[in-house]
């Protein structure tokens, strides 16, 4: 797909009920997978009180996240150079 991906998505829905709320976070995924296949992302259901706590540790995990594959990309990269300068 053409264009820079540089956008997020941050959705908070309340005042609904477990089962309610299982099933949207279903949905969401499913629409993630077939639109950004490729998108990294978290989600939680949990109760409203605790939206703040459920965000800013989302964010913890998508910033470990691409941290993480960063450095498998640096290893990788350092990989093929040696596998260049050895001929393979």
Sequence with gaps: MAGKK???LVV???DMTPTQ???ILDKVVRAKAG???LARGTAVVGP???VGK???DGREK???GAQKEK???NGRTRQLTYLRAKGG
């Design 6 to 8: 540089d956008q997020a």
């Design 12 to 14: 908070v829905l309340t």
């Design 21 to 23: 709320a299982g099933k």
């Design 35 to 37: 639109e950004a296949p």
């Design 48 to 50: 409203k009180n605790a």
């Design 54 to 56: 459920m965000l800013a």
């Design 62 to 64: 998508l910033q470990l």
């Design 71 to 73: 450095e498998a990309q």
